[in-house]
Nanobody, 122 residues
């Protein structure tokens, strides 16, 4: 069984920063792509950023320059540094990971965290 546990959410004023963390635990043989998504009230869940096992990062265009994704494979953890936060960044942020849980298999399963609330307000 694999779990993804997010932390680091909270309330911040516009212009502030937050750093989200997401740690994967359980039977893990390798992790492929890890990412962050967010869902604002009444809206669909959208991709924020992805990072490959080789460390290549991709961002939604509107967030480039403000958000930075990184990962620590020794800790099975992905991070999202969020700077210059705006009220429109308010959402529940979810981490996602493609994880191989069977030693002799080449298949990866998709896992989600439970979400962490980020609120940007003055």
């Amino acid at each position: 069984q694999v779990q993804l546990v997010e932390s680091g959410g909270g309330s911040v004023q516009p212009g502030g920063s937050l750093r989200l963390s997401c740690a994967a635990s359980g039977t893990i043989f390798s992790i492929n792509v890890m990412g962050w998504y967010r869902q604002a009230p009444g809206k669909q869940r959208d991709m924020v950023a992805l990072i490959t096992s080789g460390g290549i990062a991709n961002y939604v265009d509107s967030l480039k320059g403000r958000f930075t994704i990184s990962r620590d494979d020794a800790k099975n953890t992905v991070y999202l540094q969020m700077d210059s936060l705006k009220p429109e960044d308010t959402a529940v942020y979810y981490c996602n990971a493609q994880i191989r849980t069977v030693r002799w298999s080449s298949s990866y399963n998709n896992y989600w965290g439970q979400g962490t609330q980020v609120t940007v307000s003055s």
